[in-house]
């Protein structure tokens, strides 16, 4: 579902939505990303191409971010098509709210998967399309760690997900970073019990506005190899 924040870093690498603490500039910022599949947190969201807009606000002298970000499936029938709807796309619209705290930041994050039948962006009942999740993150050097839970809307039982990412190389103009990520086995997982296990792994290489990265959920045993260019 979303970069929890589009706090960038190893996160935007890995198209996992993972977050960093460093302070966006003032004002504002729009951006897209041209994605070969959408892979959210070692899970595949759809298997088309797709188009994931920016739009933030930072506000001056505060670091307080507020922006919402998107994902938008170029073909139909993608890996979450609705069952007998061959016109559906995936579809997502999140709105986030990022606030520094001390040497982290504090996400409040509302995703929002919209559909033939259900539209409505501000639904936050348990059967809307909205989910509330509330992230921390914070940088240390080239170490990144992120903790997220949902909290409310359709809050999938309250799954938590904890991630670490690490840079661990940096010449002529490359950037690598690894990724290790654990959440609730019955939302990023293999969906047979609510277990605590090892959903994400990847490794992501970056240069210029190109990276490629190899994403593997052992919980799933699924492997993905996703390009992205960032404008």
């Known amino acids: 579902m979303k970069k929890t924040t589009k706090f960038l870093t190893v996160a935007a690498l890995l198209a996992t939505g993972f977050s960093g603490t460093a302070m966006a500039d003032e004002g504002f910022s729009i951006g897209a990303d041209v994605v070969s599949s959408y892979v959210w947190r070692g899970t ?22 507020i922006g919402a970000w998107g994902s938008y499936a170029i073909e139909k029938n993608t890996a979450s098509a609705v069952e007998g ?17 001390g040497p982290a930041s504090v996400t409040l994050t509302s ?28 940088e240390f050097g080239d170490l990144s760690l992120l903790a997220a839970v ?55 290489v970056s240069k210029d506005r190109y990276t490629a990265s190899y994403i593997y959920n052992p919980d799933t045993a699924k492997s993905n190899l996703v390009f992205m260019a960032s404008f």
């Open 44 to 65: 595949e969201l759809g298997d088309s191409f797709a188009i994931q807009p920016s739009l933030s606000y930072t506000f001056p002298g505060m670091g307080v971010e």
């Open 85 to 101: 709807n061959g016109d559906y796309r995936y579809k997502e619209i999140d709105l986030y709210l990022t606030v520094p705290v």
């Open 111 to 138: 995703y929002s998967l919209p559909n033939d039948t259900e539209t409505d962006s501000f639904d936050f009942s348990s059967d809307g399309i909205n989910t509330l999740e509330v992230s921390a993150a914070a």
């Open 150 to 204: 949902f909290v409310g809307g359709n809050d999938y039982g309250n799954a938590t997900y904890c991630e670490a990412g690490y840079q661990f190389y940096e010449k002529d103009g490359y950037t690598a970073s690894a990724v290790v990520g654990a959440g609730d086995e019955d939302y990023y997982g293999d969906l047979e019990g609510k277990k605590f296990a090892v959903v994400n792994t990847g490794v992501s």
